[in-house]
């Protein structure tokens, strides 16, 4: 009988010890996936535009990374109604700045002004179908998935409209948009600086009244 009565407890202490071992697993599990999700709402809440960036340029390695991330976004029908364009040649960049400088001089009076792109050593230029009415939505979401793996990574990015209205309306620029290779059917849309921070800006305030719940 007592040999009976210490197998149970052995079995209990057995199924206890399983247990506890299923649940800490199970614990453990949840506080990895609630660390992934608050690092992911972390690196969205601590992004900023960056306009100021160091001379170190990205290497083309992580500037992949970044770019098979942005290819991944959501789109429509995954009709991937963009292309994409990556510069990080300093004679294509100071080249365009050039043609930039001539028709706006006064941007040359800054001394810290190198480039057009914010001084950014890395440019990458997108362009949507104009055939398809959701396509600068697709366009943004691939930017976002851009901008967001890289800050991940510490480097910064800044989504810019300018150069590329300059490059499309610039007679001048033509020999720069020609190397673009951007297909028939397509615009250029805007680009992104990307490069290493040099400057820590604050958040900007956000209205939270353009959000509302509609019952």
């Known amino acids: 009988m007592k040999s009976i009565k210490l197998m149970l407890a052995g079995v209990s202490l057995l199924l206890l010890c399983g247990c506890g071992t299923q649940v800490q697993k199970e614990n453990e599990a949840t506080c990895a996936n609630e660390s992934k999700e608050n690092a992911v709402i972390?690196?969205?809440m601590s992004r900023r535009s960056i306009r100021k960036y160091k001379p170190q340029a990205v290497n083309r390695d992580t500037m992949q990374i970044i770019l098979n991330c942005g290819i991944n976004a959501p789109n429509g029908q995954n009709k991937q109604s963009w292309e994409i364009r990556v510069v990080d040649n300093p004679e294509f960049i100071n080249?365009?700045?050039?043609?930039?400088?001539?028709?706006n001089p006064k941007a040359a009076e800054d001394p810290n002004?190198?480039?057009?792109f914010r001084n950014a050593s890395t440019v990458v230029f997108i362009a949507n179908d104009k055939s398809y009415d959701l396509s600068q939505i697709d366009c943004g979401l691939l930017g976002e998935n851009m901008i967001l793996s890289a800050w991940?990574?510490?480097i910064g990015s800044c989504c810019l409209g300018g150069p590329t209205?300059?490059?499309?309306?610039t007679p001048e620029a033509a020999e720069y948009l020609k190397k673009l290779d951007?297909?028939?059917g397509y615009q250029l849309l805007?680009?992104?600086a990307f490069g290493y921070p040099d400057e820590?800006?604050?958040?900007?305030p956000r209205n939270a009244e353009k959000i509302r719940f509609i019952d």
């Open 182 to 184: 951007i297909p028939e």
């Open 95 to 103: 080249g365009i700045t050039e043609v930039y400088k001539k028709q």
């Open 190 to 192: 805007y680009c992104i």
């Open 42 to 44: 972390e690196n969205m």
């Open 113 to 116: 002004f190198r480039n057009m």
């Open 200 to 204: 820590t800006p604050s958040a900007k």
């Open 165 to 169: 209205r300059f490059m499309t309306s």
């Open 152 to 154: 991940s990574m510490g």
